[in-house]
């Protein structure tokens, strides 16, 4: 996304506290994951995950058909 004139550095300004606490937080949870806190799982059956953090309009529903149909 690009911001013409000053709402590129107003942008960035106010999304950037928000990106940094966002990376702590991640690095929280991996750390939870390394001490043993969060535990992992292995499943009874083969998974496929489809997706991430953003939210419609990326394809994944079409793409979850076609490999439907496929298995």
Do not use: H
């Amino acid at each position: 996304m690009r911001f013409n004139g000053l709402a590129g550095p107003i942008a960035r300004a106010a999304l950037s506290p928000l990106s940094a606490l966002y990376g702590r937080a991640l690095e929280a949870r991996a750390g939870l994951y390394r001490s043993g806190s969060f535990a992992s799982r292995r499943a009874a059956c083969p998974v496929i995950s489809v997706g991430n953090l953003t939210f419609g309009g990326t394809g994944k529903t079409p793409f979850v058909e076609f490999l439907a149909r496929r298995l």
